[in-house]
């Protein structure tokens, strides 16, 4: 007779959690244009969705039923062929508040990844003239990386000219 019992109230508190478990609040995230792949994490999971060169956006404008909570952004990547047929692929990797999200059950989370990326530029004037840096960043200040055929292309060059034009060089950039 116990080991009915306890299997009838073992039993019992298994649908009760189930039941529960259906119940929990669920919520959405919407896929901007042009990602290929995003991984998101929260405290209990981490979700990876795409890795294809087709955008994820027109194979799933969101990703639906995530349970309502604090997100993070670990890394999106966008990937593109050019006319020769070579593979680029743009990666953004986020860290600290700007990572994080709230999915909701009442509005869809649209955190803001992806394009535009822009490209910084930064001047040192020296004793013995000037130092420049240029590197990528994400819209949310996240760090780019950037591959050509899974490689990275040769580094960006740097052209300065005067108003009149009578002085024109051009510098190439190194990395590392």
């Given at each position: 007779?116990?080991?009915?019992?306890?299997?009838?109230?073992?039993?019992?508190?298994?649908?009760?959690?189930?039941a529960?478990?259906?119940?929990?609040?669920?919520?959405?995230?919407?896929?901007?244009?042009?990602?290929?792949?995003?991984?998101?994490?929260?405290?209990?999971?981490?979700?990876?969705?795409?890795h294809?060169?087709?955008?994820?956006?027109?194979?799933?404008?969101?990703?639906?039923?995530?349970?309502?909570?604090?997100?993070?952004?670990?890394?999106?990547?966008?990937?593109?062929?050019?006319?020769?047929?070579?593979?680029?692929?743009?990666?953004?990797?986020?860290?600290?508040?700007?990572?994080?999200?709230?999915?909701s059950?009442?509005?869809?989370?649209?955190?803001?990844?992806?394009?535009?990326?822009?490209?910084i530029?930064?001047?040192?004037?020296?004793?013995?003239?000037?130092?420049?840096?240029?590197?990528?960043?994400?819209?949310l200040?996240?760090?780019?990386?950037?591959?050509?055929?899974?490689?990275r292309?040769?580094?960006?060059?740097?052209?300065i000219?005067?108003?009149?034009?009578?002085?024109?060089?051009?510098?190439?950039?190194?990395?590392?």
């Amino acid at each position: 007779m116990k080991k009915r019992l306890l299997t009838v109230i073992i039993s019992i508190l298994a649908i009760t959690g189930a039941a529960t478990a259906k119940k929990q609040p669920r919520g959405t995230i919407k896929i901007q244009e042009g990602l290929t792949a995003v991984v998101i994490n929260s405290s209990d999971e981490s979700i990876t969705v795409g890795h294809t060169q087709e955008p994820l956006q027109q194979r799933k404008p969101s990703l639906t039923g995530l349970p309502v909570g604090k997100y993070r952004i670990d890394y999106w990547t966008i990937e593109r062929k050019d006319q020769e047929g070579n593979l680029w692929q743009l990666k953004g990797r986020l860290s600290g508040r700007k990572a994080r999200f709230l999915v909701s059950e009442s509005q869809p989370a649209a955190p803001a990844i992806g394009e535009p990326i822009i490209s910084i530029l930064s001047a040192t004037k020296y004793d013995s003239g000037y130092g420049f840096d240029q590197h990528l960043k994400g819209r949310l200040g996240e760090s780019i990386e950037i591959t050509r055929n899974g490689q990275r292309p040769d580094a960006p060059k740097l052209v300065i000219n005067n108003q009149d034009g009578s002085y024109s060089e051009t510098f190439d950039f190194k990395y590392g």
